[in-house]
């Protein structure tokens, strides 16, 4: 492991494979929390906090039991019972400490537990560092990186289309592309900026 794949990866989660504007996972949260932007930044802390947490646990239990018992078939579902149990942590902290925030979020704050971005990185995580069930130099660090650098893109995203479809609620747009018509065009605006970071591929 070394410096320069840390900044691979950091460079490469946030911007060039970003994991709403490039690889379209979580755009239920990223469509219906992002009308405001104090949601959608305290949804992307959540979903950052949850990937981080939910990596680490996840690349234990990879390491030192599915791969050891020979039951690497049961990975899938040993992540989303992981990924589950963290939610409703977050869940219950955000409820005690911000009853206001916890309403804002509604339903997109249990349906972390089914974001495909957090399963998605989990699993990428042992694609990429581990080869023959063995683990690679620095696998641990670099998932760790990859989890929250991904979170980050994730809050980046959110971010940047909280603030455009506020600014939106002041357009005159069409009655038919209000809403939900106009967030989507504004999302494959966005994922096509993006893939200027990564250059395009024919």
Known sequence: MSLSSLIMI???MVFINNFILS???????????SRETKPAVSMGIAVTFV?????VITWLLYRYILI???????RTITFILVIAAFVQLVEMIIR???????????IYLP????????LGVTILNTNEFFKDSATLPGSFILSFTQSIFAGVGFTLALLLMSAIRERLE???VPESMKG??????????????FMGFGGFKF
């Not at 050891?68 to 049961?74: E, H, K, S």
Request: net charge positive; proline share 5%.
């Open 10 to 12: 950091i460079i490469s």
């Open 23 to 33: 690889k379209f996972l979580g755009m239920c949260p990223f469509i219906g929390v």
């Open 51 to 55: 990937m981080g947490c939910s990596s």
């Open 68 to 74: 050891p018992f020979n039951v690497t078939y049961l």
């Open 96 to 106: 005690k400490f911000s009853i206001t925030l916890y309403r804002a979020l509604g």
């Open 111 to 118: 349906l972390i537990t089914t974001n495909c971005a957090i």
């Open 170 to 172: 002041f357009v005159d």
């Open 180 to 193: 939900i018509p106009i967030a989507f065009i504004v999302a494959a605006l966005m994922s096509l900026a």
